[in-house]
Nanobody
Framework: VQLQASGGGLVQPGGSLRLSCAAS????????MGWYRQAPGKQRDLVAR???????SYADSVKGRFTISGDNAKNTVSLQMDSLKPEDTAVYYC???????????WGQGTLVTVSS
């Protein structure tokens, strides 16, 4: 299974970016898909997650600014990031958990830089 992420880049504070991730090589949909991020010198943290049922969850720091969406049948997930702040600067990783909960899959990471 491979996760291919895209959409990172440089944006000014207050701007928007959209990240996308597509999974290939899996015959089955995932238990959930989502996005993590890791800033320099910090641990990797969960940003947002969407379950196959459509249920979503967000880190407190991004609630009201980020929106996660996904297509369970196509194994894709997107993250719309609005009102971006400098503290959102990080490498963003797409993540998926297998339906049986035993296997984690990670994308290659895409850099988001929020700076004027």
């Amino acid at each position: 299974v491979q996760l291919q992420a895209s959409g990172g880049g440089l944006v000014q504070p207050g701007g928007s970016l959209r990240l996308s991730c597509a999974a290939s090589g899996s015959r089955f949909s995932f238990r959930h898909m989502g996005w993590y991020r890791q800033a320099p010198g910090k641990q990797r943290d969960l940003v947002a997650r969407i379950f196959g049922s459509g249920t979503t969850s967000y880190a407190d720091s991004v609630k009201g600014r980020f929106t996660i969406s996904g297509d369970n049948a196509k194994n894709t997930v997107s993250l719309q990031m609005d009102s971006l702040k400098p503290e959102d600067t990080a490498v963003y990783y797409c993540h998926a958990l297998s339906r049986n909960g035993f296997d984690d899959y990670w994308g290659q990471g895409t850099l988001v830089t929020v700076s004027s």
